[in-house]
């Protein structure tokens, strides 16, 4: 079995705990407007690999890991690529190797790759229904039903969620973000990451029309202010 890998980072400190090797997995089925990954939308880019290259490549640094660290799966959308995810996964598990899943839950076998995941790092795109298909293109449910599926099996969370000027960077917006917070069990950390427009230029390469191109970068000092906001008991 083979999967479409679009980068490896060797010695990722933020995506998951301690030191990770991050796997950045090509095919996305949302269309996030303030997406700065656009080369990976598409399923077969990137390079090619099987399970057992994919597995040597990480074995590499297995010992940096600690016990914190680990591997994380990134995209793209790395749910697009369950079957060839699920047979890394259990190969991992059987060394031992702490497994985070970095998704907005949009994908297919969501419960079976589970199985094998530590740490979700859940992308929330919107909380409401219509803000989330203008952000992404696509309806709610699934987002939703990955959430549940997280919870019906007892996993640990990181949330994190993009700032955009003018779509919700306001405090209407984080109090409902932090009610919705709420009902969900298990949140070790939640993030509002500031939004960027560092990916624009991929857009003209790749001849795709960005939606943002007259919304500037967030804030960071506001994009603080808000956090803590949200993080206010």
Not at 42 to 52: A, R
Not at 95 to 100: A, E, R, T
Request: charged fraction near 30%.
């Amino acid at each position: 079995m083979t999967g479409y890998i679009s980068k490896i980072e060797t010695f990722g400190t933020v995506d998951g705990p301690g030191i990770r090797t991050v796997i950045f997995l090509q095919g996305c089925m949302l269309r996030c407007v303030f997406c700065h990954n656009p080369e990976m939308w598409k399923l077969t880019g990137g390079k090619e690999y099987t399970v057992e290259e994919l597995l040597n490549i990480i074995l590499k640094y297995k010992n940096y890991y600690g016990k914190t660290g680990g591997v994380t799966f990134s995209g793209g959308e790395p749910l697009v690529q369950s079957k060839f995810l699920i047979e890394i996964c259990k190969k991992l598990k059987e060394l031992n190797i702490n497994i985070c899943l970095d998704t907005a839950g949009v994908g297919s076998n969501e419960e079976e790759v589970l199985k094998y995941i530590d740490l979700v790092i859940f992308d929330i795109k919107h909380i409401e229904r219509e803000g989330y298909k203008k952000i992404t293109g696509l309806e709610i449910d699934k987002s939703l039903e990955f959430l549940n599926s997280c919870q019906k099996l007892n996993k640990k969370l990181w949330l994190r969620q993009v700032i955009i000027p003018g779509i919700n960077d306001n405090e209407k917006y984080i109090l409902k973000l932090k009610e919705f917070i709420k009902t969900i069990k298990n949140v070790e950390k939640v993030e509002l990451l500031p939004y960027h427009t560092m990916g624009v230029s991929k857009y003209k390469d790749l001849n795709i029309d960005y939606k943002l191109k007259n919304v500037d970068s967030m804030d960071k000092i506001e994009c603080e202010r808000l956090s803590k906001i949200l993080n206010e008991i």
